[in-house]
């Protein structure tokens, strides 16, 4: 289970927390909302939910700036979002419709905003991670002082591109973060029963990256352990990694009855470890809101998504014409 939660504050201000908090509850409630419309029928194929998992990408985010890059896997409603990705786009690109974000041809795994630096979503386990080093390698050509993000899964780290890129990135010097986002079951066997070593982030050492393990349920850690590790990529030291131990609440998607551990398991994580149950203490105890003004805030965040689903409900169908297009880049 994850390291003990920090009890660190004096680096953030109250404004700070009500963001954390607020971009936190929107990736909750869009997310319960996208389970809503999948048991409809109205959101096909696959859908991977990030409940509970939801300081991961909002930590992470807390820590760039303009211009830097994130490519991650399937799961990747919550880094949308988290990035700035409109929620009427995402939802409508969930329910395959032309005013998604890849005009409905892409769905829950294949999204994209060159806008917000949001490289995808990816479908293939692993595949990801060779395309976050050619980010990296991208931004160290060009010397514009950006990293990326490159996110993926416990389960993921068993897959031999990730140790090829692992080699690349350390030769060339990468300005790569590699993110472990460790929610413990990979696709639906334990971390013990599927990985020889228990601190994955530790196979860089082979590679001379350097990394460490963060508490992937408390926002703060992640923000923190984000800033150095954006450190270290800017003053061109090459990549790092970032091990965060988290927990999704749900199976690993929405046809996973997620029987491989007890429901006591996972109502003690939420009683006991929930991310954004933590800043909302945080942010009464430290008297920056009030409970009348989180409950507003839920109140306007729930109208967001509920438009969301909507909004993508009324967007029309894409048209088939659109088959045949963005396929292949344009010629600059």
């Known amino acids: 289970m994850p390291a003990k939660r920090t009890a660190k504050t004096s680096n953030v201000s109250g404004e700070e927390l009500t963001k954390f ?38 930590g992470l985010e807390a820590a760039t700036e303009e211009g830097d890059k994130r490519v991650t896997s399937y799961r990747d409603h919550g880094h949308m979002l988290a990035c700035g990705m409109d929620a009427n786009g995402v939802m409508a690109e969930l329910t395959g419709r032309a005013g998604g974000y ?10 994209f905003s060159k806008e917000k630096h949001f490289y995808g979503g990816h ?17 160290k050509y060009n010397d514009n002082g950006r990293v990326t993000f490159t996110y993926f899964g416990d389960g993921a780290a068993n897959q031999g591109q990730v140790y090829e890129t692992f080699n690349m990135a350390a030769i060339w010097d990468l300005p790569c973060i590699f993110v472990i986002e460790n929610n413990q079951y990979a696709m639906g066997t334990a971390q013990a029963r599927s990985t020889s070593s228990q601190d994955i982030y530790k196979r860089g050492e082979a590679f001379g990256i350097p990394g460490e393990m963060v508490d992937g349920m408390d926002v703060l850690a992640v923000k923190d352990a984000g800033e150095r590790a954006i450190k270290h990529c800017r003053s061109g030291k090459g990549p790092y990694i970032l091990e965060v ?33 933590h800043v909302r203490q945080l942010l009464l105890t430290g008297k920056h809101a009030s409970e009348d003004d989180l409950k507003a805030m839920d109140k306007d965040i729930k109208a967001i998504v509920n438009a969301s689903a909507e909004i993508a409900k009324e967007s029309p169908q894409p048209d088939e014409a659109e088959l045949w297009t963005d396929i292949y880049a344009e010629a600059t």
């Open 102 to 111: 890849s005009k409905g041809k892409g769905g829950s795994m294949h999204m």
């Open 245 to 277: 131990k988290t927990y999704r609440y749900r199976g690993h998607s929405m046809s996973d009855p997620a029987k491989y551990r007890t429901r006591e398991e996972v109502q003690k994580m939420r009683e006991e470890r929930d991310p954004i149950e």
């Open 21 to 58: 908090y607020r971009d936190m509850l929107l990736i909750r409630r869009f997310e319960e909302k996208a389970g809503q419309l999948y048991g409809m029928g109205l959101i096909g194929g696959f859908c991977h939910l990030y409940i509970g998992q939801e300081a991961v990408v909002v």
């Open 123 to 139: 479908g293939i386990v692993g595949a990801q991670v060779p395309i976050g080093a050619g980010l990296a390698f991208a931004d």
